[in-house]
């Protein structure tokens, strides 16, 4: 895991194999696996990345070919709670 400055990753949130650059801020409860997350994203509080791709693809995130989440940084906390279909 490589976390840059100014992360802020909150009580009992996990993130494991993952790239956490500048301002990201992730919400109590969070998961996060094997991703890439811009500047300045807030995670919210028990939003899950990496562990359903297809949800992960079905809320608008990058996912390569070898399952690797990545979130953009104009992405919004709304984005992170749609519901899978």
């Known amino acids: 895991m490589i976390v ?3 992360v802020r990753v909150n009580s009992y949130a996990i993130v494991e194999q993952s790239i956490i650059y500048d301002g990201v801020d992730v919400g109590r409860y969070a998961r996060i696996r094997r991703a890439i997350i811009d500047k300045d994203v807030h995670v919210p509080p028990h939003a899950t990345v990496g562990h359903d791709l297809d949800h992960d693809r079905d809320r608008g995130f990058t996912v390569t070919d070898q399952g690797i ?3 953009a940084k ?5 984005q992170f709670l749609r519901p899978k279909k």
Request: no cysteine; proline share 9%; glycine share 0%.
């Open 69 to 71: 989440v990545v979130i």
């Open 74 to 78: 104009a992405t919004s906390s709304e």
């Open 4 to 6: 840059s400055p100014s």
